[in-house]
T-cell receptor, first 115, second 112 residues
């Protein structure tokens, strides 16, 4: 079975540009999570969805970040405008039930570099 | 404000010996804890978990210990193997939430 699929794997762009990260969760999973990994803060939860509905976006750093899940098989994380401090690895994860008691399955991440 | 802390950024252990990775948490409402393992250029993968009603959970070479009074948990790997070299993340969650709070990770290197 295919795991969580993220695209692109790498993104390099200039400051001020719009960046869109994409995620396809595992089929049948009810929950989808977006994380950001940095050396200083480890894995931070940005936002998560349950049945395509955003449940908690308190981790989204500021209004420049937005996320959508138009259907059960696709989600996007958008940064507009991008800044150098947004450079990080962004992970998408999905789980069958709540990520609390069920392991979350992670994609391989998008390494984002903002110049 | 880190609610889950992994104070050792790295650990180096000889093959065959025990690896002990530590994790501390500050939120007394946490009642479920997990360890994830991450190889370079890959996403984290679930390793082992423990509920607060237990103080130990074992799965093959991996054992997680929970000390609720100290708000501390540890992951023991015995015996350590070179393939265990990875970054290990501790995570925690509380009741009435679907969120996991992750630590900053500990890089384990197992050398021959």
């Amino acid at each position: 079975d295919a795991g969580v699929i993220q695209s692109p794997r790498h993104e390099v762009t200039e400051m001020g540009q719009e960046v869109t990260l994409r995620c396809k969760p595992i089929s049948g999973h009810d929950y989808l999570f977006w994380y950001r990994q940095t050396m200083m803060r480890g894995l931070e939860l940005l936002i998560y969805f349950n049945n395509n509905v955003p449940i908690d976006d308190s981790g989204m750093p500021e209004d420049r970040f937005s996320a959508k899940m138009p259907n059960a098989s696709f989600s996007t994380l958008k940064i507009q405008p991008s800044e150098p401090r947004d450079s990080a690895v962004y992970f998408c994860a999905s789980s069958l039930l709540s990520g609390r008691n069920q392991p979350q399955h992670f994609g391989d991440g998008t390494r984002l570099s903002i110049l | 404000d880190q609610q889950v802390k992994q104070n050792s950024p790295s650990l180096s252990v000889q093959e065959g010996r025990i690896s002990i990775l530590n994790c501390d948490y500050t939120n007394s409402m946490f009642d479920y804890f997990l360890w994830y393992k991450k190889y370079p250029a890959e996403g984290p993968t679930f390793l082992i978990s423990i509920s607060s009603i237990k103080d130990k959970n074992e799965d093959g070479r991996f054992t997680v210990f929970l000390n609720k009074s100290a708000k501390h948990l540890s992951l023991h790997i015995v015996p350590s193997q070179p393939g265990d070299s990875a970054v290990y993340f501790c995570a925690a969650s509380g009741e009435n939430t679907d969120k996991l709070i992750f630590g900053t990770g500990t890089r384990l290197q197992v050398f021959p």
